[in-house]
């Protein structure tokens, strides 16, 4: 009887037992669901409380309700911002009550202020030459790749800068992003009178200005330093912005490295900060409340306080930006560190997350950049690769739901392709015509020319991944300036930077101009290619060649002197350079005309084409050329193509003309028709070089539906040749028609 009682009694404490762990696992398992997290702050900065983590645990049996409300609510939002569904631009999360707690890793909110979908986010970068407008494209990239709200980014910039991203976002054509620029050069006596021993020089200190720069209508911003990457929708950073009390202006996170603390070498004095102090790599302002308390003078007097004793800032802005919240420290709220992981070395960045997936922004702040030492390097190097190379076409996605910013190019460019017939043999060829392709220029360190030289002349030229080495060849063979146009892939555009940053011929060049144009369609776009190389020169003439052929040595200094006996300014003139080719891989290059008549002579080398294409280049009478001594004058006849020199002002390539055949013959017809002279330079001479067929003439030579196009192109050429040129014409389609 005794031994049953204490079997009972053992049963119902083990019961008992049970039903409290069981309930304990439940609270535990219930508080990690919302977002007990171990190292970082929840809610974005505040930290939990009991009865946080009760109605946390409550709200799971309230979800379905919860989710039944949020569904009314946007319903009825978007009945009451139209009857279209399109919500408005302006529209502001924080004038309106969020629908519901917003949930994210690791978190634990009672109430989180949501992003309405449509709100415009406002983005803020400095960026200044030709590295850093490299750096912004892959930031950019990363924050379209995870955005579902409209963008406005913001770029204070030098001249080079300004250049090249205009030029970037107008090609990119990214619906529901709109760009400002603001120019650099307006900011800079605002910050010169401060040393800044930092790399970044004096544009590391335009983040200072922003209250000025930025319009005065815009209220709040996110800031950016360049050599950043987003791992997130960035429209969670912009929710923050709520969580500001009424005295926070400016959200900062953390400095992750010992540098403000004073212990990093002897006699280490750093600027003021407080703690630890802030790293101003990503920066949430609130500009009108700055505005109000009067930031230029606040951090003006600040800086000029501490220069007494400090001399110069090691840090740029950040340097600053600590010292005014040191004083002041009720005007900063803390962001939680995810939002700034500093992987320079001997950081505390690893304390920011426990998996991977907790990252939220990436920030190489060490001049190492990617080599810098980081526990889990690889997986963050990897991530900056993938948007490195990521298609920057693939981000061209619409927003749905949102009513676009209006951008005319981009509706002239759909109406166009809507207006195409699909059921056209040539479809494909004026698809191809149409297509907007992203153009990056100056894609490396170029130094342009303060005053050109009025006869001096630029090397242009077009290539793709399978020519690139020819460049250091024709770099060794012509001293001037290069303008090239490349067209790549976005990977293979990385594969190119270093290449030619590994290449001592080609990094000690600032005078070649690499402008990528990214790889877009079916067809090789070769008279887009040349114009954007054209257009983007700067000396007065330009000589107009093709990457498989090699100038003649001196080619440079006898092109400017011919400009200047020939008194091309006062004439309208191309000269021929006269086109000759090897078909051996391995040649000696002949130094002189006389070497050169001498390889001809001996079968070393021919006239260009001859053997399939004779007409090309017969127009320019290679048996007078070989004893001519003066520049001789030639007739135009069909299908002539030489390489010529010209005014950079010249009549642009018909793009039209895409793949091969008649790109050039089209160009040649048009300097005729504008009573341009052909004259032949008697000791100028151009060598190709031998290499694989190229893939478009390959599917010219067997696709007769390809040539029946370009017959279809040529006779469209022919008449609007006649409608610019009038009767002038006419001899060109005589003579098309007479062959």
């Known amino acids: 009887m005794l031994r049953s009682w204490r079997t009972k009694l053992k049963l119902v404490l083990a019961t008992v037992t049970l039903a409290i762990l069981l309930s304990w696992l439940y609270l535990f398992v219930g508080s990690l669901e919302y977002g007990r997290f171990l190292l970082l702050p929840p809610c974005l900065g505040e930290q939990p409380s009991r009865d946080v983590e009760r109605e946390a645990l409550a709200s799971r049996v309230r979800r379905v309700e919860e989710e039944n409300q ?52 406002h983005v803020a970068i400095v960026c200044a030459g030709h590295n850093a407008s490299r750096d912004v494209v892959t930031l950019v990239k990363s924050i379209l790749f995870h955005r579902k709200n409209p963008l406005h980014f913001h770029f204070i910039t030098d001249s080079v800068a300004h250049q090249i991203l205009q030029t970037l976002f107008q090609s990119w054509m990214v619906p529901s992003v709109h760009v400002s620029f603001y120019n650099a050069d307006d900011l800079k006596a605002e910050v010169s009178w401060i040393p800044n021993k930092h790399y970044s020089g004096i544009y590391g200190l335009m983040k200072l200005t922003l209250t000025k720069a930025l319009p005065s209508n815009l209220s709040k911003v996110i800031v950016l330093d360049t050599d950043i990457t987003f791992a997130t929708d960035i429209a969670e950073l912009w929710a923050v912005f709520g969580k500001f009390s009424e005295k926070q202006v400016i959200g900062l996170v953390e400095n992750q490295s010992d540098w403000y603390l004073g212990n990093l070498w002897k006699n280490h004095k750093p600027w003021p900060a407080l703690g630890r102090g ?27 306080r501490e220069l007494m004793s400090m001399l110069s800032t090691s840090l740029a802005d950040q340097d600053i930006f600590n010292a005014v919240i040191k004083q002041d420290p009720s005007l900063v709220y803390r962001l939680p560190c995810f939002w700034n992981v500093q992987l320079s070395d001997h950081t505390r960045s690893e304390q920011c997350y426990t998996e991977l997936s907790d990252l939220k922004v990436i920030h190489w702040n060490s001049p190492k950049k990617l080599r810098v030492k980081n526990k889990h390097v690889e997986f963050f190097r990897n991530l900056y690769l993938t948007f490195l190379e990521y298609d920057g076409n693939l981000l061209r996605r619409e927003l749905f739901g949102c009513a676009s910013l209006p951008s005319p190019p981009r509706d002239q460019l759909q109406q166009a392709l809507e207006e195409l017939d699909e059921d056209d043999p040539c479809y494909d060829f004026r698809q191809q015509h149409l297509m907007q392709h992203r153009i990056h220029l100056f894609f490396l360190q170029y130094e342009f020319l303060a005053f050109p030289n009025p006869t001096d002349v630029t090397l242009v030229a077009q290539l793709s991944m399978d020519r690139l080495q020819m460049l250091e060849a024709i770099c060794k063979h012509w001293a001037g300036p290069i303008s090239l146009a490349l067209y790549m892939s976005d990977a293979e555009a990385q594969q ?185 330079l008697p000791n100028a001479f151009m060598i190709h070089m031998p290499h694989a067929p190229s893939f478009d003439i390959s599917k010219f030579r067997l696709s007769a539906g390809y040539r029946g196009c370009l017959q279809t192109l040529r006779e469209e050429f022919h008449q609007d040749l006649s409608r610019r040129y009038g009767a002038a014409a006419l001899k060109y389609l005589t003579a098309e028609r007479s062959l």
């Open 496 to 680: 190119f930077l270093r290449y030619a940053q590994a290449s001592e011929v080609l990094s000690a060049r600032r005078n070649v101009a690499y402008h990528i144009v990214y790889k877009e369609g079916q067809f090789y776009p070769i008279n887009l290619l040349r114009n954007v190389a054209l257009a983007n020169t700067q000396t007065p003439y330009v000589f107009l060649t093709d990457i498989d052929f090699l100038p003649m040595y001196g080619l440079y200094d006898y092109l400017r002197n011919s400009i200047q006996q020939l008194e091309l300014p006062q004439r309208k003139a191309a000269l021929i350079v006269p086109a000759f080719e090897t078909l051996h891989y391995r040649l000696t290059f002949p130094k002189s005309k006389a070497e050169l008549l001498s390889m001809l002579d001996m079968g070393s080398l021919y006239t260009f084409r001859y053997h399939v294409w004779p007409k090309g280049h017969a127009p320019t009478d290679y048996a007078k050329w070989r004893t001519a001594t003066v520049p001789y004058r030639v007739s135009w006849q069909p299908d002539f193509e030489p390489y010529v020199v010209v005014r950079r002002d010249c009549p642009r390539y018909d793009q039209r003309f895409v793949g091969f055949g008649w790109n050039k013959v089209s160009h040649i017809m048009e300097l005729d028709a504008q009573e341009y002279e052909l004259l032949v």
């Open 278 to 304: 802030f790293n101003t790599g990503v920066i949430l302002l609130l500009l009108d409340r700055l505005r109000r308390l009067g930031w230029e003078q606040m951090w003006r007097l600040t800086a000029e």
């Open 70 to 121: 949020q569904l009314r609510l946007q319903l009825s939002q978007a009945q009451a911002e139209g009857s279209d569904g399109s919500p408005q631009w302006g529209a502001s999360a924080e004038d309106r009550d969020p629908p519901g707690g917003e949930r994210s890793n690791h978190t634990a909110c009672a109430k989180q202020r949501t992003v309405h979908k449509c709100e415009l986010l």
